[in-house]
Structure formats: structure tokens, C-alpha cells
């Protein structure tokens, strides 16, 4: 599975982004979880958010509930992250990756993409 992020920027406090992932994979994606990952600097990469391929199962970090929605369009193979209310703390780059349903680690990466929030 091959991801390609992108939608990042400078914003401000309280704007909005959205962040979209494009798989590409010979196989099905029915089996994976697609998620979002941030690293901050000087600190530990930690997750966001996730959706299960089949069944739109999500699932959110704490620190991102009620703000950030994720969410995946089948017929474009994309994911999408959409960060409202905005945060200096979500300044990080932020990573899409796959995983199987059945592994514990998230084994595919994107390339990251920057998010700055400004205050």
C-alpha cells in the first residue's frame, strides 16, 4: 500500500484544514485500518485517528475529540482528516498509515504533511 498525504499549512487559532490520503494498492483495502499519526517537535510520534476501510469504524485521541472528523471516500481510495477549532498544540506533521485489521502496528506510511497552527 502506497499513501500520499497532503492538505497541510499555516493557519491560524480556530481555522480549519483538511488533510486527504491517497492509497494506491493492487488489493483490497477491506482489510485495513487507515489512520492518522502526528509528531510535534521534540516529541513522540502519537496517534489521532483511524478508520476501519470496511464499516467506517473511527476512533479518536482524546486531545482531538469533537474537533477533528475522520472519514473516506471508497470510490477515490482517499481518507480525509478535517481539523476544525485549531489548535498551536496540533502544530506536528502529520502522517497517514494502513494497517491490517489484525496487526498491531500500522506497517504502511505516508510521507507526512505539515501542520502549523499559529496563535
Known amino acids: 500500500v502506497q499513501l500520499q498525504a497532503s492538505g497541510g499549512g499555516l493557519v491560524q487559532a480556530g481555522d480549519s484544514l483538511r488533510l486527504s490520503c491517497a492509497a494506491s494498492?493492487?488489493?483490497?483495502?477491506?482489510?485495513?485500518?487507515m489512520g492518522w499519526l502526528r509528531q510535534a517537535p521534540g516529541k513522540q510520534r502519537e496517534f489521532v485517528a483511524s478508520?476501519?476501510?470496511?464499516?467506517?469504524?473511527?476512533n479518536y485521541a482524546d486531545a482531538v475529540k469533537g474537533r477533528f472528523t475522520v472519514s473516506k471516500d471508497k470510490f477515490k481510495n482517499t481518507i480525509y482528516l478535517q481539523m476544525d477549532n485549531l489548535k498551536p498544540d496540533d502544530t506536528a506533521l502529520y502522517y497517514c498509515?494502513?494497517?491490517?485489521?489484525?496487526?498491531?502496528?500500522?506497517?504502511?506510511w505516508g510521507q507526512g504533511t505539515l501542520v502549523t497552527v499559529s496563535s
Open positions: 494498492t493492487p488489493r483490497t483495502l477491506s482489510y485495513y485500518v
Open positions: 498509515a494502513a494497517k491490517l485489521r489484525s496487526a498491531s502496528e500500522y506497517e504502511h
Open positions: 478508520i476501519t476501510w470496511s464499516g467506517s469504524i473511527t
